[in-house]
């Protein structure tokens, strides 16, 4: 039995378009659990209508006080938590946008 395999180099073209792929995969999934308006700047919890707004998460501390807030309830699963902090992360970029290198800062209006 032949278990050779041939792979096809990509280059940094295709990577990107497969990166891009990759990443509304991952949006598309993640709105099933918290769902990103943002025309109301809101994360809701789609099974319970349990709505995040956005407009408080204007600093790192903002942040952490609504992960800590449904790491609480009795319904948030590791996946729910988990699918949170992915969310917040894709909308507010909280590394560059809150915190860099450790730095506390406050955002505007403008980011997600």
């Given amino acids: 039995m032949n278990t050779t395999r041939t792979f096809r180099l990509l280059n940094l073209a295709e990577l990107g ?16 659990v918290w769902y990103y308006s943002a025309r109301h700047r809101t994360l809701t919890y789609r099974p319970l209508n349990y709505e995040i707004d956005l407009h408080r998460c204007r ?27 992915r969310q917040l992360d894709n909308v507010l970029d909280p590394q560059a946008n809150l915190c ?13």
Wanted: aromatic content about 6%; overall charge positive; charged content about 30%.
């Fill in 17 to 32: 378009r497969l990166a891009a792929v990759e990443k509304r995969r991952e949006r598309r999934r993640l709105n099933r």
């Fill in 59 to 85: 600093t790192s501390a903002g942040v952490l006080d609504y992960i800590c807030q449904v790491a609480d309830k009795t319904w948030a699963t590791d996946h729910v938590l988990a699918s949170l902090v």
């Fill in 100 to 112: 860099s290198f450790g730095v506390e800062k406050h955002t505007g209006e403008r980011h997600a």
